[in-house]
């Protein structure tokens, strides 16, 4: 009778695995599907049957993940800023007192920016809307955290809310989108480094 009961919860354990496995994968194949198909079609000459097609689903599957393209993209693009929030969080893991966690975390988001794709369909549909707002709270988030840390060593300024300095910091590395050279990416980020410490009347 143990036996039986063991094997009982051991099995329906297994298989919850493995469905949850299978669907993580079915996401991802359509993910991965919809946004090859977007990148080399156009964000409005994709259908779903294609995208059904290319990720090896059914149609009828496909809509019991998503209604359309367009949240498909947006699911893409979810994923592609948790991935990106993970390697900064490495990054700040890695580095040693406050200012440098908050040094290395700024020119790795630069780099990010840098490398990402631009002056595409896609890009300019990802970064629009209500979830390119709902990353930028996530970052801005991670930001503020840095910020007061590296604060407690009086090396950020204290005139300006660490909210408002971290949309700054946002919004200046996003130049880093248009710059054509990488090694113009650390420059970019002292400068922004620069504008974060205090400031004359704070230093006297």
């Given amino acids: 009778m143990a036996s039986n009961a063991m094997y009982s919860m051991v099995v329906p354990k297994l298989w919850s695995e493995t469905i949850k496995t299978h669907r993580r994968q079915v996401h ?19 259908t779903m049957s294609e995208v059904a097609e290319k990720s090896g689903v059914g149609r009828a ?4 993940y998503f209604p359309d393209i367009e949240s498909i993209l947006v699911a893409w693009h979810d994923n592609q800023v948790g991935s990106h929030l993970e390697r ?14 908050l040094e290395s975390v700024l020119g790795a988001y630069a780099l990010v920016t840098f490398d990402r794709p ?22 801005s ?6 910020l007061l840390d ?5 090396n950020i300024r204290s005139d300006i ?44």
């Fill in 118 to 139: 631009h002056g595409t369909e896609l890009a300019a549909f990802v970064h629009r809307g209500k979830h390119l707002a709902n990353a930028q709270v996530k970052l």
């Fill in 28 to 46: 991802e194949a359509i993910l991965d599907a919809a946004v090859a198909l977007v990148a080399h079609q156009g964000l409005h000459a994709v």
């Fill in 88 to 101: 900064l969080v490495e990054v700040r893991d890695r580095a040693g007192s406050a200012q440098e966690k």
């Fill in 161 to 204: 809310p660490p909210a408002e300095l971290a949309e700054f910091c946002l919004s200046a590395l996003a130049a880093a989108g248009n710059l054509t050279s990488k090694a113009a990416v650390p420059r970019l980020v002292r400068v922004t480094l620069s504008g974060l410490r205090p400031s004359d009347q704070e230093s006297t």
């Fill in 141 to 146: 988030a991670f930001l503020i955290e840095l």
């Fill in 61 to 64: 599957t496909l809509y019991k």
């Fill in 150 to 154: 590296a604060g407690k060593t009086g």
